[in-house]
């Protein structure tokens, strides 16, 4: 048991009290050192809100032990062989399906637009689907506030559009996993409609009702509360007004979800990927936030449920009920978890999930999604480094950069269209030569980035229009919508581009969402025309990993670790070895080795060893694979 006389190396020890502190100091942008160095080390964790430069009050070490004391686990280390899984091996494509293909001329994208899409698909390598949310739902967040789990969105198609997909997709020797989104439905869903409306009835405790709300705020701006008029109580909403947060304490409820999860697959789906699945434990008596975390998070409340005290309980049950009998997949969006909770959520002897997505990658330390900053590879070297080096063999990694919640990596990185490609072939060989899953979302293999809008009636996400009215009431609208425009999420879901022709061959009308003019000059069309582009590029790189299979499970064995823009890996196991070498800068980079071997993957397309130079320097952004004698 932790208690406020503990030392800060004990909390630290902890797998959780490692991920809070390591989370606070990267939102603080303060160096890990600051708390692992052995003086500091020796202290106790009383003053740590001090260390911390005073941004954290007192009530943070209480609120740290409540969080560190319901957990003492640590994840077993070994040297074990990883088990070998179809998942650890596969290539997933993200679909966001409102933004893909529409069929139909409504200026959406449908099920029918993705099935006519499939072979392109399959050309790319891929073996595994994810779609975004597809079920019956007023769209209040695209898709993620499911009014009927039974039904398909109108907009998308129909149950039989669906179950054509699904053999068109597993006729083609690829998976398919749904998003699975129970953290909440939508307010217009019959069990919250039977909630507020027969309060007496089973359905009266599905959701979270109180009599006062308490001081956490939504993720979509404002209060996470509604005041319910037929209930004269408030009900919990972590993001926007029409998505009511579930009360998973409810076994009658929880019951209810493994039906639907079973129905979904019985159908034959092959697994899930699971909304903000870390959220769905809620701690009792839902206390207020504590303030200094809520000013520096931009969140109040986050702590008493992003690693709530029955998530491993309800996982768990999920996995042995539901997801084992089907020999399901499942992948959770987990934001917050750090690396600690992740293998603590993932490992396989637990049985909870496959896999997770953790997002400390995405922004570098002391930013946040709505920062406008350029983005330092040196700091995804240190991730990776640290997740390939300590994660462990019983959890597999994910590995992607975008979704359809953030603004294209290219972008964030280096604005400067003379990099594009170059870049975002270098992200793919990252991405598609360390150990772990690949994401793709889609757009990244035609190396898109984010779209010009000009006003905020061309914004539709709601996060981003909650936040400018919120940023209105402080500052001028153009600055709010600039800021708006730094970290909006409709960056990622302009409509895929197909073609060159009109509305990007996505669609024959004006699609719902804006797009510029970009998809003139980068298009699948186009590129799949180029031998030398990033799509030709991708479909390589993805054949290279099916042939080279030591990338799913050798080892990851990293080199010069403390050269700033130089990334250089090993990937070996008895049969095989292949060296990576990356040049995170813009300038050229000296090589501290020549790699001897055959040169399998570059994303220059000038012949390497044309020139001398080109021995001694890696190019700008350079990226090479080669195969080397193990
Ligand atoms: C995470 C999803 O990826 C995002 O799009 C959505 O808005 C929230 N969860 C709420 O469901």
């Not at 053999?167 to 409609?193: A, C, F, P």
Request: proline residues 4%.
């Amino acid at each position: 048991m932790l208690t406020k006389k503990s030392r800060i190396k004990d909390v630290y020890a902890n797998p959780i009290g490692r991920d809070i502190i390591n989370r606070m100091l990267l939102q603080m942008n303060i160096n890990r050192k600051a708390v692992t160095n052995p003086i500091v080390g020796n202290l106790k964790i009383m003053v740590l809100p001090k260390l911390l430069k005073n941004q954290l009050d007192e009530g943070f070490v209480d609120t740290l032990l409540t969080l560190l004391n319901t957990e003492d686990e640590t994840v077993r280390s070994t040297d074990e062989i990883i088990p070998r899984e179809w998942w650890k091996e596969a290539v997933f494509y993200q679909i966001y399906p409102r933004s893909f293909k529409d069929s139909n001329g409504d200026g959406i994208g449908d099920l029918q637009g993705i099935i006519s899409k499939l072979d392109y698909i399959k050309e790319l390598g891929i073996d595994a689907i994810w779609l975004s949310p597809i079920y019956d739902s007023p769209n209040d967040d695209n898709g993620y506030d499911i009014r009927d789990y039974h039904k398909i969105m109108s907009d998308f198609g129909t149950m039989e559009d669906f179950d054509k997909l699904l053999t068109e997709i597993h006729n083609r020797g690829m998976r398919l996993i749904m998003d699975l989104v129970v953290n909440h439905t939508s307010d217009e869903h019959k069990w919250y409609q039977q909630a507020i409306h027969e309060p007496d009835s089973k359905y009266g405790d599905y959701y979270i009702f109180k009599p006062q709300p308490n001081n956490w705020t939504s993720f979509f701006s404002g209060s996470a509360w509604n005041y319910v008029e037929e209930r004269n109580q408030y009900a919990l909403h972590l993001f926007s007004k029409k998505q009511m947060d579930l009360n998973w304490e409810n076994e009658a409820l929880r019951h209810e979800i493994h039906d639907m999860v079973k129905w979904w697959l019985e159908k034959g789906v092959d697994g899930f990927r699971l909304d903000v699945i870390n959220y769905i434990s809620k701690r009792k008596g839902l206390p207020d936030g504590n303030k200094s975390i809520g000013k520096l998070m931009g969140y109040y409340g986050v702590e008493h449920y992003f690693y709530g005290p029955s998530l491993h309980d309800y996982l768990h049950e999920l996995k042995e009920k539901v997801f084992m009998p089907y020999n399901a997949f499942s992948v959770g969006e987990t934001p917050g978890a750090g690396m600690e909770m992740s293998k603590l959520l993932t490992a396989d002897y637990r049985k909870e999930l496959d896999m997770v997505f953790s997002f400390d990658h995405l922004e570098t330390p002391g930013h946040t999604r709505y920062d406008d900053y350029q983005y330092d590879l040196n700091y995804l070297k240190s991730c990776m480094v640290n997740w390939m080096e300590n994660y462990g063999n019983h959890c597999q990694p994910s590995l992607f950069y975008e979704n359809h919640d953030n603004p294209r990596m290219i972008s964030k990185i280096n604005a400067n269209q003379k990099y594009r490609y170059v870049l975002g072939k270098l992200l793919a060989v990252i991405q598609l030569t360390l150990r772990g899953t690949p994401f793709i979302y889609q757009g990244q293999e035609l190396g898109m980035i984010n779209q010009c809008f000009k006003t905020i009636s061309e914004i539709r996400d709601v996060e981003s229009l909650n936040l400018y009215d919120e940023l209105c009431n402080t500052m001028k609208e153009e600055e709010a919508f600039s800021k708006i425009l730094t970290g909006s999420r409709d960056h990622a879901r302009t409509p895929m581009q197909w073609s060159g022709e009109q509305y990007a061959g996505f669609s024959t009308v004006k699609p719902w969402i804006m797009m510029d003019e970009d998809y003139k000059s980068c298009n699948a069309k186009l590129q799949l025309q180029d031998e030398n582009s990033i799509l030709r590029f991708f479909q390589k790189l993805i054949a290279l990993r099916k042939e080279y299979k030591v990338i799913y499970y050798g080892n990851v064995i990293v080199s010069n670790k403390k050269v700033k823009d130089l990334f250089t890996y090993y990937r070996k196991d008895e049969n095989e070895a292949l060296y990576i070498e990356i040049n995170l800068s813009t300038t050229n980079k000296k090589r501290t080795k020549h790699p001897k071997g055959r040169l399998l993957l570059s994303n220059y397309t000038e012949d390497i060893l044309s020139s001398k130079d080109r021995l001694s320097f890696l190019r700008p952004y350079e990226a090479n694979i080669w195969a080397i004698y193990p």
